[in-house]
Nanobody
């Protein structure tokens, strides 16, 4: 079993920055691709960014490309999402997720474990 715990969310003004963290515990010896998703009120959960197990490959949704950066520290079992130039439309609950895979994937159905989410609110 794997547990994921996100932190770092909060309230920020448009144009500001936040860094989300996700600590992985439990069966950390397995190889996981990791991803960030977000869900705004009344909307589906959408893909934000993904990173491969080794961390050499990353992939972003068009809406965040150039503003967000995903990274991971496998020694610390931690996933990060650096969010810059935040916009009000970035407001959502952000979830980290782990997929039992060497390669990254943007597909929500490929992810096996999920965190509880952290709220990000961007004011205009």
């Amino acid at each position: 079993q794997v547990q994921l715990v996100e932190s770092g969310g909060g309230l920020v003004q448009a144009g500001g920055s936040l860094r989300l963290s996700c600590v992985v515990s439990g069966r950390t010896s397995s190889n996981y691709a990791m991803g960030w998703f977000r869900q705004a009120p009344g909307k589906d959960r959408d893909f934000v960014a993904a990173i491969s197990w080794i961390g050499y490959s990353t992939y972003y949704a068009d809406s965040v490309k150039g503003r967000f950066a995903i990274s991971r520290d496998n020694a610390m079992n931690t996933l990060y999402l650096q969010m810059n130039s935040l916009k009000p439309e970035d407001t959502a609950v952000y979830y980290c997720a782990a997929a039992l895979s060497w390669v990254l994937t943007p597909l929500i159905e490929e992810y096996d474990y999920w965190g509880q989410g952290t709220q990000v609110t961007v004011s205009s």
